[in-house]
């Protein structure tokens, strides 16, 4: 789903609020990206705008009023992030982001190696490491850590692979190692969340 929204439509709903996330996307003169998670109240609302049968003549508001909804919760995501000041992106830097984060995604067995991630973005380590926490909202290795939990969950749940196949598919040698990241991140071991 995609919202397209002016500028000055954003300081009407948002203007008055004293954040500095909020402020950067207000303010923010050149391109920069801010990508956030979907929460589940995202996708409740995007769920009602495709099912919700609407009188007609009411649809422009009514479709108004759930984009404003949406808007609403991606700031309130956006207002937890850690306060990192917003820096202007050329489409490069915006496509070598985006290519390290898919990079990642589709190697959860091998830890990060910023030096190599730079190189191959073509940016220095300091760059690509304010970009992609700017971007992302988390460092590269705590994305990195994030996804591999989330895809740790995802088979021990559909694939019913047990601890250690998932642990040692996602390149973990030791499994208590494996026990207490997943914990961290998911909020339970990973034997009883494979039970739940």
Do not use: W
């Amino acid at each position: 789903m995609t919202i397209a929204v002016s500028k000055q439509y954003l300081h009407h709903l948002f203007g008055e609020i004293d954040h500095p996330v909020v402020a950067s996307v207000l303010e923010g003169k050149d391109n920069f990206v801010f990508e956030t998670g979907i929460s589940s109240s995202i996708i409740h609302t995007a769920s009602e705008m495709l099912d919700q049968p609407v009188p007609e003549g009411l649809e422009s508001h009514y479709y108004k009023l759930k984009c404003e909804e949406l808007l609403c919760y991606v700031f309130a995501i956006l207002m937890q992030r850690e306060i990192v000041p917003a820096t202007g992106m050329h489409i490069d830097d915006i496509k070598a982001i985006y290519t390290i984060k898919n990079r990642l995604q589709s190697h959860l067995d091998e830890p990060p190696n910023i030096a190599v991630l730079a190189k191959e973005a073509g940016m220095s380590e300091p760059k690509l490491r304010k970009l992609f926490k700017q971007t992302f909202g988390k460092g590269v290795f705590e994305y990195y850590q994030s996804a591999r939990m989330q895809e740790a969950a995802r088979l021990l749940k559909e694939k019913r692979l047990t601890v250690s196949e998932v642990g040692y598919q996602l390149g973990f040698t030791n499994l208590s190692h494996f026990s207490r990241v997943f914990e961290q991140y998911i909020g339970i071991k990973p034997k009883k969340y494979s039970k739940t």
